[in-house]
């Protein structure tokens, strides 16, 4: 977003100012909401809007997360009941009653638990999907992790880059409150339980040895470049 800002300059000697200027040449200027705020407003309200910006962002982005975490795991929950209605069509196909029983047992249980995976005893076909829709779900939780662990890790260094401009432009004060903020942003719980959720799958790469300031790597996993997740192939 921009300001339009009008600046009012007296005439030099000499100059004629045209007849609906007022005899006031005008000069029209663009600006940031940043900017504009620096030029009107103290340097702690400045700061705060900057903070808001970040904040604001942050958490979108980290709504953007759950909900395509929830879509992954919608899209597991809708592969196992159309893999049970391919599995049954087989079945009658061959005549195999049994099977087709087993099949509608297990879509009874499907609706009866809310979209969990059923457990028990089973047919080995129908525990085969099973353990497909389990590593689905899985898998999408854990790519959550990765990606509320990715989206902090951005908000950091953000707040970096803040930081630094503050201290070039000797804001050092505000400077100090950013990097008091950045320095809680790992340590929120959710992304703290995320992390080391990750560590104990072994997505997280350790940093090098002796690396100052290094922080541990995320190892991501491949995607669809449909952005969705490979179910029940």
């Given at each position: ?6 600046r009012q300059?007296?005439?030099a000697?000499?100059k004629t100012?045209r007849?609906?200027s007022?005899?006031?040449?005008r ?15 103290p340097g ?6 900057q ?17 395509k975490?929830?879509?992954?795991q919608n899209?597991?929950?809708i592969?196992?009941?159309n893999?049970l209605?391919?599995?049954e ?5 061959k ?5 087709v029983?087993a099949?509608r047992k297990?879509r009874e ?7 969990k995976?059923p ?8 525990a085969?999907l099973?353990a497909k829709?389990?590593?689905?779900i899985?898998?999408?939780a ?9 989206v902090a890790?951005q ?17 050092i004060e505000?400077?100090?409150e950013v990097q008091?903020k950045r320095?809680?942003?790992?340590d929120e719980?959710?992304v ?5 959720a990750?560590?104990d799958?072994g997505?997280v790469?350790?940093?090098?040895a002796g690396t100052p300031?290094k ?5 991501t996993?491949?995607?669809p470049?449909d952005?969705?997740?490979a179910?029940?192939n």
């Open positions: 977003m921009e300001f339009v800002i009008w300059y007296g005439l000697a000499g100012a007849p609906d007022g005899g006031i040449m000069r029209k200027l663009t600006c940031s909401v940043a900017a504009f705020l620096g030029l009107v407003l702690s309200v400045v700061l705060a809007a903070l808001s910006d970040l904040v604001t962002q942050y958490a979108k982005d980290r709504e953007a997360v759950a909900w975490c929830v879509e992954k899209a597991a929950q592969g196992y009941s893999a209605v391919a599995l069509a087989g079945f009658k196909s005549g195999n009653l049994e099977g029983l099949v297990e249980k499907v609706a009866a638990s809310a979209g995976t457990e028990g005893e089973t047919i080995p076909e129908i085969d099973r829709q389990k590593k689905a899985s898998d999408a854990l790519d959550e992790k990765r990606a509320i662990v990715a890790q908000y950091v260094e953000k707040l970096k880059a803040l930081e630094r401009e503050l201290t070039v432009a000797d804001k505000s400077a100090v008091q320095k809680k942003v790992m719980p959710d703290a339980a995320a992390m080391a990750l560590k799958a997505a790469r350790p940093a090098g300031g922080s541990d790597e995320v190892v996993g491949a995607e470049k952005g969705s997740t179910l029940f």
